[in-house]
C-alpha cells in the first residue's frame, strides 16, 4: 500500500473516500481499530466542512516516521476562510445551522491539531495522531 494519498473533495462520496483511504492507512502501519474510527473520525468532519463551507478541496493523507509512526491529514481548500478561528474551535459554534462539532471534535480525537486560515485565503487544517 502507498504511504501517501490524494482525495478532491467536493461531494459526500468523496468524503466517505477519504475516510476509506485513511483508514486504510492507518491499518496498513498498525494502528488499534480505535485509532483507526478515530482517525475516520477527524477525517470526516474536515472533509464536510470542505464541502460545507468551501465546496472544493482536498485531503491529503501521509505516513509520518519519525521517532513514531503516524498518520498526517491536511485538509486544504480556496473558501472563503474563517474569520474567527478561536470562535470557530468551540464547541457548539456553527454558521451554518450544524452542531457545530467539526474542528473541534477532530482536535479533540487527534495528537496534534493546527489551523492556518484567514477570510478570503481559504482553510488548511494539518491534523496528525501517534501510534501508542
Not at 457545530?100 to 482553510?123: E, H, N, W, Y
Request: proline share 2%; charged share 25%; net charge negative.
Amino acid at each position: 500500500m502507498a504511504s501517501r494519498a490524494r482525495v478532491v473533495i467536493e461531494s459526500e462520496s468523496d468524503i466517505v473516500a477519504a475516510r476509506q483511504k485513511g483508514r486504510e492507512l492507518a491499518a496498513s502501519c498498525g494502528f488499534s481499530s480505535t485509532d483507526q474510527t478515530l482517525i475516520a473520525l477527524a477525517i470526516s468532519e474536515l472533509a464536510r466542512n470542505i464541502v460545507s463551507y468551501a465546496t472544493r478541496g482536498e485531503v491529503l493523507l501521509s505516513i509520518v516516521d519519525d521517532a513514531v509512526t503516524g498518520i498526517q491529514v491536511v485538509a486544504h481548500d480556496e473558501g472563503p476562510g474563517i474569520a474567527d478561528v478561536e470562535l470557530a474551535l468551540q464547541d457548539g459554534y456553527s454558521t451554518v445551522k450544524s452542531l457545530g462539532l467539526g474542528l473541534p471534535g477532530a482536535r479533540r480525537v487527534m495528537d496534534d491539531f493546527q489551523i492556518d486560515s484567514a477570510p478570503g485565503k481559504g482553510t488548511t487544517v494539518t491534523v496528525r495522531k501517534w501510534k501508542r
